[in-house]
């Protein structure tokens, strides 16, 4: 069964880095999604694209955060300078599209970010 | 915008036997998607079962069933015969039947099953 994948599975960066997170979505989904997840805490939206652009994001997606699609299968987060607050689980999700109406969000099994 | 409210944060249930989890969401809208997800300790997002909003019968996957209830905005998860491999963290999750729209999550119930 096609399954969303994501990585790295880890990474740990230092207060200030950029860091990349990859997602592969699932080859005919055509909406992009990216949550967070602090531990302990509910699973946030971060942002959501289609058609090579942002279709809508939330409050935690700032100018440090930024999306793109560079060769029509990665799908990646970019945070450009981390800060202690950014870490946490980052979940990549698709969905295809089937008649217009939406099908289930598969989501990937997460980066789990560290940031010292 | 929507809310989804899980009220309780743990729960416990013997081997074998039946629990059930709530779940509650406010929305205006009138089409949509609910979701029960299982996070275990891996951390990894495992749907478990899924209900459209325009359909009155409820959604059964093996021993997970839901009790949707629209006009009281209402979706319980009820796990049958519970097994020890059940034990996870379990959100409910809201998904507007847009061209584009996110998912909202509850808080999440812990569950533990014993032995």
């Known amino acids: 069964e096609p399954e969303v994948t994501q990585t790295p599975s880890h990474q740990v960066t230092q207060m200030g880095q950029e860091v990349i997170l990859r997602c592969v979505p699932i080859?005919?989904?055509?909406?992009f999604y990216w949550y967070r997840q602090i531990l302990g805490q509910k699973v946030e939206f971060l942002v959501s694209f289609y058609n090579n652009e942002i279709s809508e994001k939330s409050e935690i997606f700032d100018d440090q955060f930024s999306v793109e699609r560079p060769d029509g299968s990665n799908f990646t987060l970019k945070i450009r300078s981390t800060k202690l607050e950014d870490s946490a689980m980052y979940f990549c999700?698709?969905?295809?599209?089937?008649?217009?109406?939406?099908?289930?969000?598969?989501f990937g099994p997460g980066t789990r970010l560290l940031v010292l | 915008a929507q809310t989804v409210t899980q009220s309780q944060p743990e729960m416990s249930v013997q081997e074998a036997e039946t629990v059930t989890l709530s779940c509650t969401y406010d929305t205006s809208e009138n089409n949509y998607y609910l979701f029960w997800y299982k996070q275990p300790p891996s951390r990894q997002m495992i749907l478990v079962i899924r209900q459209e909003a325009y359909k009155q019968q409820n959604a059964t996957e093996n021993r997970f069933s839901v009790n949707f209830q629209k006009a009281a905005k209402s979706f319980s998860l009820k796990i049958s015969d519970s097994q020890l491999g059940d034990t996870a963290m379990y959100f409910c999750a809201f998904m507007k039947a847009t061209n584009a729209g996110k998912s909202t999550f509850g808080d999440g119930t812990t569950l533990t099953v014993k032995p």
């Open positions: 080859s005919n989904h055509l909406y």
């Open positions: 999700a698709s969905i295809p599209r089937v008649a217009g109406v939406q099908e289930t969000q598969y």
